[in-house]
């Protein structure tokens, strides 16, 4: 599981345990959040959290968590069809563990079987009772037996029959158990990433279905970690340079880099997927070429590094993104944020590569005044002063005036000194303005990141969008 992925601090948590003798798998710590949770009512975060103490696998009962959130509903379809009955029919404790044995029999083809179906069983005996084992044995056993492929290339699967793990990979059964994307591409895009079919819907009627099934795919990747480099303390080369001293992998998050990420959001084209469902749907008739990687510049001195051009605007209106981020640093692998070298030093930041896009695009100048509404916890409000070199005027409010403590502990570890912290219910603007520019980064539904925010696929209703919108 990558780094940041939900918003709870568990996916931060790298850690050289002492082996306990108590100490649970992380099988076992997954199956108990995900047998408690509601995730149409709480973040799985705070329960994770208070169980991962409990295990020396933290990084893997975190996988499993999310990875089992993300693929709920395509992994109750293959629950449903191999168990013969509705998992709405199946004891909360004896569901949460068999999810999690589909799950790792479907997405990670490494894990070996029999590893996954004995846990699995041991498990169960553990918390329901020797009595529950067989149900659980078998329907196991008999979702392995129907695998004829852990590990595919999409491009010579059956639709219907497989499950996506990757642009180009998938784990193919030898029985139909997903909807006809023939018959609703709707309905089999909802159940194969596990969205409300209405979500679905919308984003068929307006992007098409080429780019919808980018879209969904998008959804379920698992993030990436990425940080913004501190210009006022360090250059993106010389931190890189101390990650590698300190055995951290990290690369320059460029496009060149980075295109496939792009592509993955539906900003540009797949090279592999959905090449396997262009036999249901017809080639793509996007008409944007693929981005091909182009050769690194060195680390040093934050050399710039060759961007490729890319096509001014993507079909149906979408801007493609043809920027250059040199100040961006993707962390490879699960990593305690604040032990990161620089954390402290304030020589970096952790924002997603696509959040830096607003300020980016902004393009704000030395000398601005700038009114940042929705400052809380202040990841783009200080974006602002690095990129004015800390010479503009910046006023950050926030309605929460508790959550103005983080901006302040932001700026403090960063040493900005052209931020005024202003709490909304004090905020004057014939006093205070006018402004140049007015940031707001106004709350929002998570549809756009929902592969971070996993759980929030569960919540989305479509009146809530409407209102917000």
Known sequence: MNVGEGPCSSMFLQEQDIARPDSKSARMIAAQVLRDLDPAREYA??????LLSQTEERQRATDLVYGTLRNLDALDAVITQFSGRPT?????????????????????????????????????????????????NAVLRQVARHIVGRQIDLTQASPRQTLIQ??????????DFLPDPAASLQMYLSTCFSLPPWLVGEWIAEFG?????????????????????????????????RFEQAGVQAEPAVLSDDSRH???????PMSGFPNAMNRVWGPSSTGVPPVEAGPQGPHDKGAALPCPDLPSRAPNGLAALDFY??????IAGPHAVTQ??????????????????????????????????????????????????DAARIIATDINPERLDRVQENLTRLGLRSITIVPYAQLQPGQTGPFDVILLDA??????????????????RRKAIQEIA
């Open 325 to 330: 981020a040199p100040e961006m640093i993707r």
């Open 166 to 175: 990757t642009p180009q990979t998938g784990c193919q059964f030898d029985t």
């Open 340 to 389: 990161l070298p620089g954390f402290a030093e304030g020589l970096f930041t952790v924002q997603d590569l696509s959040a830096s896009q607003a300020v980016r695009l902004l393009n704000p100048q030395p000398g601005w005044s700038i009114l940042d509404l929705c400052a809380a916890p202040g990841t783009k409000t200080t974006q602002l002063a690095e990129a004015t070199r």
């Open 45 to 50: 975060g705070p329960l994770l959290d208070r």
């Open 88 to 136: 709405s029919r199946i004891a909360p404790a004896l569901l949460s563990i068999l999810r999690i044995g589909v799950y790792e029999l479907a997405y990670h083809p490494a894990t070996p079987v029999y590893s996954i179906v004995n846990e699995a069983v041991s498990n169960v005996e553990a918390t329901a009772g020797k009595k529950q084992t067989g149900f659980v």
């Open 209 to 241: 279905p080429d780019w919808t099934c980018q879209i969904c795919l998008a959804c379920n990747r698992r993030p990436s970690l990425y940080i913004r480099v501190n210009p006022l303390r360090t250059t993106a080369g010389e931190l890189l340079n």
């Open 443 to 460: 709350p929002c539904s998570n549809t756009g990141v929902l592969a971070r925010r996993v759980e929030a696929r569960f919540r989305l």
């Open 262 to 268: 792009l592509r993955s959001m539906g900003i540009l």
